[in-house]
């Protein structure tokens, strides 16, 4: 089973869990970064039965930056969620960093 394309180099994976506050600002980061290195990527966040306001973030960053998101209402777990981005990725390439702005 092949789950890459060949155009993308990247897909970045974000499990996010009640991450309303700093969403935006991890994504606005991600894409820069990627975009100044002449990157082509995706990100993928995957909202992980949040019970704040990250399901509505996401929405509007959707049509604003590379991408896209899953989410599900219950609480799986950071490793069910990778899990999940990892397996609708199409870069040749995945990393996943987390949604809290923990890592710079």
Do not use: C, W
């Amino acid at each position: 089973m092949n789950f890459h394309n060949n155009d993308i180099d990247l897909s970045v994976i974000i499990p996010s869990y009640n991450v309303e506050s700093t969403i935006y600002t991890v994504i606005k980061n991600i894409s820069k970064l990627l975009e100044d290195a002449n990157v082509s990527y995706e990100i993928i966040s995957v909202n992980d039965g949040s019970n704040d306001e990250t399901l509505t973030a996401l929405q509007k960053l959707e049509g604003k930056f590379n991408l896209s998101y899953i989410s599900y209402s219950e609480n799986k777990g950071k490793g069910y969620a990778i899990r999940t981005g990892i397996l609708r990725s199409r870069g040749k390439f995945v990393l996943y960093t987390d949604g809290d702005l923990d890592i710079s």
